[in-house]
């Protein structure tokens, strides 16, 4: 019989709870500094990019050739004979095609590698789906159509205090700047089909663009049941006083309340407030 793994990377912010749960397995990304290598969640905290940020703004990497290897191995000695991998979106990171590299000559199990064209829950929600299917029918192939469907319904809305550091990590993607932010425009910034960044909608000031953000989620659960995840970056009394208001609204089926890993932070910055949105 099939024994089936599914694995997914750091960016994805599952709980750790939920991680044990399901047994999902984590290829971490890496954070760097000038005094060395931290690999996202193991070796460092979100808090700790943080409080770092006035002596330095690391840069970020892949999860290491070896790390990916050796959890190959490890899965194969394991007794598993294949392996679902969900990963950040091929246009923000290139996480994807590393993987899929070394999965193409490795030998003895059978891969899927899912783009989720997304990040953070967007990916989270449909690994737990995923995960809820495998655990129902043990079955390869509908547990990755239930992950690409999910995929299909879910969508990312973030807000951030400055673009900063999305220009300086080179992730500014479609999202318009500079003359914006000199007005506090702010923009609410997606994921469009391709896997980048781009500006859904421009607002003006901080706390209307968090309004905004419940205004998307009351729009998407107008007539939908839905999946409700609040994010945050340093930004922890703002995202919960909007998770208070979201589990006000009607046909929201379950909400997940999570801090982003220390990978995106450092390419958003202190601020960041975000909503994932899933058809239930």
Known sequence: ?????IVSDSTSDLTLETIEKY???ILPLRVIY???EYKDRIDITPEEIYSRFKEEIPTT???????TTDLFNHLKQEGYTHAIIVTISSGISGTMNMI???ADSFEGMIFEIIDSKSLTMGAGFAIIEGAKEL???NDFENTINRIKEVLKNTKVYYVVKTLEYLKKGGRIGKVEGTIGELLNIKPIIS?????????????RGRSRSIEELLDIIKEKAKETLVNIAVAH??????????LKKVKQLRNIKETVFTQISPVLVVHTGPGLIGIVVSEA
């Open 191 to 203: 994921i469009n089909e391709d896997g980048v960044y781009y500006s859904y909608k421009k607002i």
């Open 34 to 36: 000038t005094d060395g």
């Open 100 to 102: 899929r590299n070394i």
């Open 233 to 242: 970056g340093d930004a922890y009394d703002e995202a919960q006083e909007l």
């Open 1 to 5: 019989m099939a024994k089936i793994a």
């Open 61 to 67: 990497s892949l999860p290491s050739p070896q790390d």
């Open 23 to 25: 047994n999902i397995r």
């Open 135 to 137: 655990e129902k029918d």
